[in-house]
C-alpha cells in the first residue's frame, strides 16, 4: 500500500517532465497548442462541470479528433493538472511580502479574499485541488507568497503552519460551499436572492425546519445584508477577522 502511494505521488505532470512537452514533433494537428487546449478546458469546465468533462467532448469543443490532443497531453489527468495550475495564475496581483510598509494583517485578507475568488468562479478548482499535488509553478507561487506573509507576522516557526492552514482551509471550505452554491443556484435559472427566498419559504413552511428557521431569525437579521452576495461577503470578512485576530492573540503570547 506505502508503496502504491509513492507510486502515485511520483506520477505527477510536474515532476515527470511532462508539463514542458509542447507537442510530440512532426504530424501534430495545425491550429491546435497546449495553450488552446487548457483554455477551451477551463472554459468547459467552468460552463458545464468536472463531472460531465472528458477528452472527447474537449475535442469536439476544439473541432478536432481526440487522439489530436494527446499530442499535446499524455492522458486526461496531466490536463487537469496543467488546467488547475492554469486556474492559480489568475492571481497575477499577490501581496508582496518584502513590503516592510505593508501591514500582515491586510496582505492576508488580500490573499485570502483572491484565493475565495478563484474557489467561486472555478467550483471545478476545489475538488481537483483535492485530487492532486498542486505543484505547478503559479501554486507555487501562491503558496510561497502566503508562506512569506505568514512569517512576517511574528509567529513562532513552530506555529506557521498551522496559522496557513486555518486560514488556507478556511478560505478552501467557504469558497467550495459559495461556489457549489452559486452553480446549483445557475441550474435553477433564478437569481441567487430568489433562490434564497425560496429556499427559506420552504424551509420555514416545514413542519422538520421550521423551528430551526425561526430561531435563526434574529441572527440572520443582525447579520446584515439585502442580498445573498453580501450576506456572504460580510460573514466571510467576519470569520476572516476572527483568524487574524486569533494570530495576533498568539503572538503576544509568544
Known sequence: MAETAR??????????????????GGGQPSGLDRDRITEVTVRLLDAEGLARFSMRRLAAELNVTAMS???????????????????????????????EYADWRDQIRALATAY???????????????RYLNIGPNSLRFARTVQQVVLRTGLPAHGVTG??????????GYGTIE????????????????????????????????????????????????????????????????????????????
Open 7 to 24: 507510486d502515485a505521488a511520483r506520477h505527477s505532470v510536474w515532476l515527470e517532465g511532462r508539463a514542458r512537452r509542447r507537442g510530440r
Open 69 to 99: 490532443v494527446y499530442w499535446y497531453v499524455d492522458t486526461k489527468d496531466d490536463l487537469l493538472e496543467l488546467v488547475l495550475d492554469t486556474a492559480f495564475g489568475e492571481l497575477e496581483e499577490l501581496p508582496d511580502p518584502r513590503d
Open 116 to 130: 475565495r475568488g478563484l474557489l467561486v468562479r472555478h467550483p471545478w478548482l476545489s475538488p481537483l485541488a483535492g
Open 163 to 172: 496559522a496557513i492552514s486555518a486560514v488556507c482551509r478556511f478560505v478552501y
Open 179 to 254: 461556489g457549489h452554491f452559486f452553480a446549483r443556484v445557475a441550474d435553477t435559472g433564478l437569481t441567487p436572492d430568489e433562490y434564497f427566498r425560496n429556499a427559506m419559504t420552504a424551509t420555514a413552511e416545514a413542519p422538520e425546519t421550521a423551528d430551526i428557521v425561526e430561531r435563526s431569525r434574529n441572527l440572520m437579521a443582525a447579520r446584515g445584508g439585502d442580498t445573498v452576495a453580501e450576506m456572504m461577503d460580510r460573514d466571510f470578512a467576519f470569520a476572516l477577522d476572527l483568524l487574524v485576530a486569533g494570530i495576533e492573540a498568539m503572538v503576544r503570547c509568544g
